[in-house]
């Protein structure tokens, strides 16, 4: 069974920093594209970041960039998210999605997705 683990959420001050993992199980992903979604109370889910396999492409939601990095580990079956000067309005739930297709995952159509990890930023 595949299973996609999200970890590293939790409550941070504004300006901070924390660095999500997505760690795959039960089968390789390390040709799948691969990417971050987050929701928030009351608001649809929002497209974060995305990489390709190899890590030669990537792509981040507007809101996000210049301040989130995605990143894969050195056995593609992991992917990252550094978050860096955080804001409040980044508090939501974060999930990891994997996919066959890049623009598949970069529109939250990938077919595999975690359970989510909480990342709070207080003012």
Known sequence: ???LIESGGGLVQAGGSLRLSCAVSGRTFNTYPMGWFRQAPGKEREFVA??????????YGNS???RFTISRGD???????QMNSLKPEDTAVYYCTAGVVFTTVVRGAGAYWGPGTQVTVSS
């Open 1 to 3: 069974q595949v299973q």
């Open 50 to 59: 995305a990489i390709k396999w190899n890590g030669d492409a990537t792509d």
């Open 64 to 66: 996000v960039k210049g």
């Open 75 to 81: 056995a593609k079956n992991t992917v990252y998210l």
